[in-house]
Structure formats: C-alpha cells, structure tokens
T-cell receptor, first 112, second 115 residues
C-alpha cells in the first residue's frame, strides 16, 4: 500500500535554530514528491516538487532533498513567520493521475 | 492573479441534508482535484477532473460526487450528510494534469459542519 509518514509530528524551535523535517514514503513507483506549507485556516501552499533521488531544491530558508525512501525539508535559521504545518505528498507513477497521497504533517513553531 | 476560489467558506448543515460546494480554478487551469481534510485522517483525495472528465476517485462512499464544467469550474456534492462528513473540503487546480514543477494551487477551502 502506498504510504507517507512524516516526523516529527510537532517541532518547536528557537529563532535561528536550524533543523530538518522528515518524510518517509513507500510507493510502487514515484512520479513526484511535493512539499506544501499550510497556515491555520488556509489551504496548503506549494513549495517544491522533487522527482528523483539526489535532487535538491531551495527557496529562501528552505531546502528540500530526496532519496529513494525519504525526503527532508531543511530549515536554516528559521524565523517566527516560518511557523506553519509542513505537508509532504507523493504522486504514484503507475496511477497516471494527479492524485496526491499526503502525510499527516509536521507542525512547526518558531519562537522569537 | 486570482487564486482558486471556493464558495461558500463556511457551511452548517443538518444530518440527512445534502450540500453542494463550488470551486473556480485559476484561469487556464484544466485540472481540478478535491480533498477532504480532518484532524484525524489528514488530507484525503476525493476526486480529480481534467477537461470535464473524472480521472480518478478516492475511497469515499457514493454519497460523494462531483463534476467539472466546460469552463473548468467544479462542484462537489455530498448527499445524506453524516456527522463524520464535517471537515475542511479543499479544491486544488493545476495547469498540468500531474502538477509538475508548478504543483497544485489550493483554495482556502469550505469548512462544512454537520449537526
């Protein structure tokens, strides 16, 4: 069964304290792995798409990496405005659809 | 540039009633997907439409249905509402059927409460 697991469930950081969020996946074949950010009361906001092991993408303080079994979202020197829930989702190659399978998310709180 | 618009934002319905939710995708986006988000189950896929055709359906009962119009706008309908249908319903659109490097743009959702 295709599955996505994110850890930790919750993470509290001090401003400037770098850390990483993990997304482990089990799929029959990976078309793409997506990272989203979701603020309370809003829909998820697209961050990155990764396709193959070894790929990396960066945006401001965020850097996403991909291996054959997991993806990491590295947050460098976070600020309070980075507080949000970060969601990881996979798209299965064999399904030939846009369906995303989401993990449960990591809720990040950055304290000033 | 207008984003994905979902209406209404909030809805309170009684058990047994039916409800229709609307989604207007970003102009030019022909792919529209729907997701249900609850605290316990997270985000779960409901349907995907592309060029007015349903391409995939998630593991939800037949009470959940949807459609897409020629202008790419989409509606989803839930009949015979149950308390467990209370959730945030999210619509997402994309210019590419599988999202690609553009990903999917989500609306702010419709918060449905069934009492």
């Amino acid at each position: 069964e295709d599955q996505v697991t994110q850890s930790p469930e919750a993470l509290r950081l001090q401003e400037g304290e770098s850390s990483s969020l993990n997304c482990s996946y089990t799929v029959s074949g990976l078309r793409g792995l997506f990272w989203y950010r979701q603020d309370p009361g809003k829909g998820p906001e697209f961050l990155f798409t990764l396709y193959s092991a070894g790929e990396e993408k960066e945006k401001e303080r965020l850097k996403a990496t991909l291996t054959k079994k997991e993806s990491f979202l590295h947050i460098t020197a976070p600020k309070p405005e980075d507080s949000a829930t970060y969601l990881c989702a996979v798209q299965v190659l064999s399904s030939n659809t846009g369906k995303l399978i989401f993990g449960q998310g990591t809720t990040l709180q950055v304290k000033p | 540039k207008a984003g994905v618009t979902q209406t209404p934002r909030y809805l309170i319905k009684t058990r047994g009633q039916q409800v229709t939710l609307s989604c207007s995708p970003i102009s030019g986006h022909r792919s529209v997907s729907w997701y249900q988000q609850t605290p316990g189950q997270g985000l779960q896929f409901l349907f995907e439409y592309f060029s007015e055709t349903q391409r995939n359906k998630g593991n939800f009962p037949g009470r959940f249905s949807g459609r897409q119009f020629s202008n790419s706008r989409s509606e989803m309908n839930v009949s015979t509402l149950e308390l467990g249908d209370s959730a945030l319903y999210l619509c997402a659109s994309s210019r590419l059927r599988t999202g690609g490097n553009y990903g999917y743009t989500f609306g702010s959702g419709t918060r449905l409460t069934v009492v």
